[in-house]
């Protein structure tokens, strides 16, 4: 199950301590592991100390919640965090936002851009201001009739049974395509979420002249997470994430996961 062995990627400011707290929140629930990196640049010896710095002040906001800290030495955070999680195995990396983004909002930067085209493992991004609250409360997993999302369905499904919450699949329908078939297809995961886990799954077509008012007219409970699949052009094994769920990512409220190509 994802979450068995969280990197949280730290930066001593808002967005880092977001993403500790949403890493933190998750090894909480699932029992998982979980290992705090700062990251360096390579022949900066005052940087590394710095680094060091941030971890300590990380593990202040941590208190009594178990974590490994780990300051490692890369040319980009991004290539850095990806390169640890298959170092160490980890399933999960967890970022903040950029700075200046909106509260509430994800904000994508250099580091989150880079672990959303190229990260091994699944990428879950909070949003500016996120406090978790004691669990999650819902999955979503945003789907459209598409093979990465079909295999998806699967394992959310079985997450969603594990973390004990509901599972609701929503389609997000921006006034371009057959609504009828929408529905149609969304019936046919539902019954395949529940032949994979027996999982009875809330279905929900979402409608909106663009993404974001598809995202607004929908709604989001506090501790709901959004789980998107890789899109078909993502390498095996890789997370990328297509044009459309990069609009949706920035469109949503609740933190985002993102799926590699391959994983389910």
């Known amino acids: 199950m994802i979450g068995g062995q969280v990197i949280v990627g730290y930066t001593d400011d808002s967005g880092g301590r977001d993403a500790l707290a949403l890493g933190a929140a998750i090894t909480r629930v699932t029992g998982g592991e979980l290992t705090v990196v700062a990251i360096y640049p390579p022949g900066s010896p005052g940087l590394a100390v710095e680094a060091q710095a941030s ?12 974590a490994e800290f780990m300051a490692y030495e890369s040319r980009g955070a991004g290539r850095g965090l ?3 999680a298959s170092r160490i195995r980890a399933d999960l990396v967890v970022a903040g936002s950029a700075d200046g983004g909106a509260h509430g909002r994800i ?9 959303l085209h190229l990260s091994p493992e699944a990428v879950m991004l909070a949003p500016a201001g996120y406090l978790p609250p004691d669990g999650p409360t819902r999955l979503t997993l945003a789907y459209v ?16 049974l594990r973390l004990g919450v509901p599972l609701r699949l929503i389609t997000f329908d921006l006034r371009t395509e057959d609504r009828g078939r929408l529905r149609d297809d969304l019936a046919l995961a539902v019954r395949q979420a529940w032949e994979d886990s027996g999982i009875e799954a809330e279905a929900e077509v979402a409608e909106g002249h663009d993404v974001a008012g598809a995202v607004a007219a929908a709604e989001w409970l506090p501790g709901e997470l959004l789980v998107c699949a890789a899109s ?11 044009e459309l769920a990069m609009k949706l990512l920035r469109a949503s409220p609740c933190p985002v996961a993102v799926l590699p190509r391959g994983l389910a």
């Open 82 to 84: 990806a390169v640890l």
């Open 55 to 66: 971890l300590a002040n990380a593990a202040v906001n941590l208190e009594n919640v178990p």
């Open 232 to 242: 078909e052009d993502a390498q095996p094994h890789r997370v990328f994430i297509g």
């Open 107 to 115: 904000q994508l930067g250099s580091t989150t851009d880079h672990l």
């Open 145 to 160: 009739h598409r093979p990465q999302c079909d295999a998806a369905v699967a394992r959310v499904a079985q997450a969603a």
